[in-house]
């Protein structure tokens, strides 16, 4: 059963916390301390985009299977990925996975499936499914990010 939008389910991480919302105001008149249920998912989708368009510097086979530190945090370069080659596709996105598996702890049994690609673009959309872990909370989710050779934070809205 979803939380309810409003209620608080998870903590601030540390660096949306030192993250400036609104430069402009000199205080904060609340801290941001939590998240509604909402905003927790809203927070992970970015991070997922961040993290699946930072690009590591390691080929495919340097990063699959092997363990991860924040030296190769990211994923690898999608400019030769061939659209046609599904072995190809297949290993990508079990980096996609590990990669997620190893970066965003909020995310567990993590599962990831090529919606769509735009060959001309390197630019895939990704569909997300896992199980989002929090304090208190324990639930299956699946969402859309974009990776693309560019880079950014791209979240596809439902």
Request: net charge negative; hydrophobic share 35%; proline share 8%.
């Amino acid at each position: 059963m979803p939380i309810a939008p409003r209620q608080h389910v998870a903590a601030v991480p540390l660096f949306e916390r030192l993250t400036d919302r609104n430069p402009e105001q000199s205080r904060e008149p609340k801290p941001l301390r939590t998240l509604s249920y909402s905003e927790l998912m809203r927070s992970v989708q970015k991070e997922v985009a961040r993290l699946l368009n930072t690009r590591s510097g390691h080929t495919l086979d340097e990063l699959l299977g092997q363990p991860r530190s924040v030296l190769d945090y990211g994923c690898t370069d999608l400019l030769w990925v061939n659209p046609h080659d599904p072995q190809l596709l297949t290993r990508l996105t079990q980096l996609m996975e590990e990669t997620i598996e190893a970066f965003e702890p909020r995310l567990r049994g993590v599962s990831v499936k090529i919606t769509s690609m735009i060959r001309t673009e390197s630019r895939m959309a990704l569909m997300i499914t896992a199980t989002l872990v929090t304090e208190e909370l324990r639930e299956p989710v699946s969402f859309q990010v974009t990776a693309s050779p560019r880079g950014g934070d791209s979240i596809d809205d439902e």
